[in-house]
C-alpha cells in the first residue's frame, strides 16, 4: 500500500522509482532465499572438513563473506575443479593456492547449481532460510541436547558403582551380625540378629543375579584406543557420515572399521588437532611407515552363535546407526550403550516395523498386506514376520 501511493503521488519520480527498485530486490532476495534447500547444507558437509564459515582457518581459508569477495563464475569454476584452474595459469587461483602453503583443494563432482546453492549456504552464514528451518522441525529431527548420551552413560554407570556399595555394605553388616551372634554377644535382642542377616542374604543374591545374567555381556563396555580417535571431533563436530567411514554397514554384514587409507584422505592435510596436537595423528603417518594396521579394539561382540546383519537393519530396515549404537556423535570414546542381550534384540523386533509395502521379499505375506490395508493391523512389526524365530538369529 504504501509503497502504491508512493508511486502513484510521484509517478517517474525519483522515489517511486527506488521504491520498486527495492521491492524487485527483496523479491530477489526471496526467491533466492527460498530456492535454498536442505540438500546445501547437506552438500556442504564435504566441504566442513577443511573449512569453516566464521570459524577461522582450517585446512583450507575460512570462507565468511567469499561471495562477496570472489566472483561467482569463477567461484563455481574453482570449488569444481581448483587445480585446473590454478594450472591454466588463472592469476586468482594461482594467489590463493600459493597462500595456503600450495596445498591442493581437491576437486568436487558437483554440478553448477549444487555449487550455487552451497554458495548461498556460505552467503547466509550457514544458516538455512527460515522456510528451511520450520520443515526440519516439523520432520521432527531431535534437537539433541549437549552431552546427553555421555550423561546417561554417566548414571548408569555410577548406578552400577552404586550396585557395588550395596553388596560391599551388606556384606559388612552380615560379618558384623554373624560375629556378634555367635562370639561377641553385645546386642541381646537375637531377632535383629535374624533379620539383618536374612535381608541382607536377600539383596546380595539380587544383586548377584542382575550380574550373573549380565556375564558374558559387557554392557558400557569402553576399551583404550591405540590412537585417541574422537567420534564427536569427526561425526559431531565436522559432521563426517558414518558410513564415510564404516562403509560398508550398508551393504554387508559388518560395518567395518575404516582401513588407514581413509584416514589418510583427510590426514595427509589435516597434521594438526585442537586437542592433541600432533601426536595422535602421527601415529597415522607411522602406521602406514611401518605398513601395519591400526589395531582396534572391538568394542560391540555378540556370541558366536548368533547371527546379526547390518545391511538388513540399516539398509532394508531403514534403521538408524543411532538406535542400536547410541549418540556416538557426542562419544569422544565409544562405549558399548545397549546390553546386546536377547531381549534386547526381541524388544526392538515387537515394537518397530518393517518396512512392509516396500519390499518385494514380504509380497508372500498376503494375509498381513490384506490386514493391513484393511486398517485391522496399524502396522508390520519384524515379530510379525518371523523376528522372533528362533533360526533368524541362531546359528
Ligand atoms: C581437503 C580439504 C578441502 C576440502 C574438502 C575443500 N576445500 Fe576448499 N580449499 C582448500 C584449500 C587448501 C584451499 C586453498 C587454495 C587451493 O587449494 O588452491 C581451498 C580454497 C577454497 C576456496 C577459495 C578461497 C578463496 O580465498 O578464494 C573456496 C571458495 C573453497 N575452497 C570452497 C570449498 C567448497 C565449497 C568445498 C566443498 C564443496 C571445499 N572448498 C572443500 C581445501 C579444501
Ligand atoms: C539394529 C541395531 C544396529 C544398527 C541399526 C547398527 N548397528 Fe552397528 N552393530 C550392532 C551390533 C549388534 C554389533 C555387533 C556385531 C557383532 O559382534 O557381530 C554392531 C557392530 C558394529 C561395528 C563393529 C564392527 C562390525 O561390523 O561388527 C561398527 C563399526 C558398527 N556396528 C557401526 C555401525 C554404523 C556406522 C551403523 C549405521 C550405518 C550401525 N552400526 C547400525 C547393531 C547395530
Ligand atoms: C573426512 C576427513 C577426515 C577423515 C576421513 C579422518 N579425519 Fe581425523 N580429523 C579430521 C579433522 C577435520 C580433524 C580436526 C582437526 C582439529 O582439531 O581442528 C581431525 C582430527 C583428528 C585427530 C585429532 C583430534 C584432536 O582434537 O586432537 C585425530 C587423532 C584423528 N583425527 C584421527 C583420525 C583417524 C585415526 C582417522 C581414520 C580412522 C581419521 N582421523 C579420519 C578429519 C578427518
Ligand atoms: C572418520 C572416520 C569415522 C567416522 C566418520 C565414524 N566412525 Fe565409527 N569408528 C571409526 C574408527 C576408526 C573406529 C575404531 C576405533 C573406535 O572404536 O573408536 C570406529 C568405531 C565405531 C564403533 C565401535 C565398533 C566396535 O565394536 O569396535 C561404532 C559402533 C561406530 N564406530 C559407529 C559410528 C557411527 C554411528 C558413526 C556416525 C555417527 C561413526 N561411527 C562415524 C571411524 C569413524
Ligand atoms: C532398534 C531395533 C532393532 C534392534 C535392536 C535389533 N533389530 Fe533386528 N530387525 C529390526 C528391523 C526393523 C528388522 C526388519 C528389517 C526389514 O526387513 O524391514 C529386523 C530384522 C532382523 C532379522 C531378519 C528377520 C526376518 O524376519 O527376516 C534378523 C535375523 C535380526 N533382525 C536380528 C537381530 C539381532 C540378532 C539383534 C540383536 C543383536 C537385532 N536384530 C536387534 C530392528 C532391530
Ligand atoms: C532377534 C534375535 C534372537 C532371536 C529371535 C532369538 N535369540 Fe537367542 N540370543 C540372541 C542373542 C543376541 C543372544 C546373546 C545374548 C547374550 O549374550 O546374553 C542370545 C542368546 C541365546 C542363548 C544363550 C543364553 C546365554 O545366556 O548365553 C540361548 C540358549 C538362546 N539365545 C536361545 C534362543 C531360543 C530357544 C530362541 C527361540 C525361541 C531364541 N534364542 C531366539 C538373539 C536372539
Redesign the pocket.
Known amino acids: 500500500m504504501i509503497i502504491n501511493n508512493i508511486i502513484r503521488s510521484k509517478p517517474l519520480g525519483f522515489t517511486g522509482l527506488t521504491a520498486s527498485g527495492f521491492l524487485a530486490f527483496f523479491l530477489l532476495l526471496s526467491t533466492f532465499a527460498f530456492s535454498q534447500t536442505a540438500d546445501d547444507e547437506k552438500n556442504f558437509q564435504q566441504c566442513k572438513a577443511c573449512h569453516t564459515i566464521g570459524g577461522g582457518k582450517l585446512v583450507g581459508p575460512d570462507l565468511k563473506g567469499i561471495t562477496d569477495r570472489r566472483d561467482e563464475a569463477w567461484l563455481v569454476s574453482f570449488i569444481q575443479n581448483s587445480q585446473q584452474l590454478v594450472q591454466s595459469g588463472d592469476e586468482q587461483a594461482v594467489k590463493v593456492f600459493n597462500e595456503n602453503n600450495k596445498i591442493p583443494m581437491p576437486s568436487h563432482s558437483l554440478s553448477d547449481d549444487q555449487v550455487k546453492g552451497i554458495l548461498l549456504y556460505i552467503a547466509n552464514d550457514g544458516k538455512l532460510a527460515a522456510g528451511e528451518v520450520a520443515a526440519k522441525e516439523e520432520n521432527n529431527e531431535p534437537v539433541i541436547t549437549e552431552d546427553a548420551a555421555q550423561l546417561l552413560v554417566e548414571m548408569r554407570r555410577d548406578e552400577q558403582r552404586n550396585l557395588i556399595w550395596v553388596l560391599i555394605v551388606m556384606a559388612v553388616l552380615l560379618g558384623i551380625s554373624v560375629v556378634d551372634l555367635a562370639f561377641i554377644k553385645v546386642l541381646k535382642a537375637k531377632w535383629i540378629h535374624y533379620i539383618i542377616i536374612l535381608s541382607a542374604l536377600a539383596i546380595i543374591s539380587e544383586v548377584v543375579f542382575v550380574a550373573a545374567t549380565g556375564l558374558g555381556r559387557q554392557q558400557y563396555y569402553q576399551p583404550d584406543q591405540p590412537i585417541w580417535f574422537s567420534h564427536q571431533v569427526h561425526a559431531g563436530q565436522n559432521q563426517i557420515d558414518?558410513?564415510y567411514c564404516?562403509f560398508?554397514?550398508?551393504e554387508s554384514?559388518?560395518?567395518?572399521?575404516p582401513p588407514v587409507a581413509t584416514c589418510l584422505n583427510c590426514h595427509n592435510q589435516v597434521k594438526e588437532g585442537k586437542r592433541t596436537g600432533t601426536k595422535e595423528i602421527a601415529k597415522i603417518f607411522e602406521a602406514v611407515k611401518n605398513n601395519k594396521p591400526i589395531e582396534w579394539v572391538?568394542?560391540?561382540?555378540?556370541p558366536d552363535h548368533?547371527y546379526?546383519n547390518?545391511a538388513q537393519?540399516?539398509n532394508v530396515?531403514q534403521?538408524?546407526?543411532q538406535?542400536?549404537?547410541g549418540e556416538v556423535e557426542k562419544m569422544d570414546q565409544i562405549i558399548q550403550e545397549p546390553d546386546?542381550s536377547m531381549g534386547w534384540c526381541i524388544g526392538?523386533h515387537r515394537t518397530e516395523s518393517v518396512q512392509f509395502a516396500s519390499n518385494k521379499f514380504y509380497d508372500q505375506y498376503t494375509e498381513l498386506h490384506k490386514k493391513l490395508s484393511s486398517g485391522e493391523m496399524p502396522n508390520v512389526t519384524v515379530q510379525n514376520v518371523g523376528g522372533d524365530e528362533c533360526a533368524k538369529c541362531h546359528y
Not at 253 to 257: F, S, T
Open positions: 558414518c558410513e564404516h560398508t554397514a550398508n554384514m559388518h560395518a567395518g572399521i572391538k568394542v560391540y561382540n555378540l548368533v546379526f547390518h537393519h540399516v530396515g534403521l538408524e546407526c538406535a542400536c549404537h546386546l526392538c
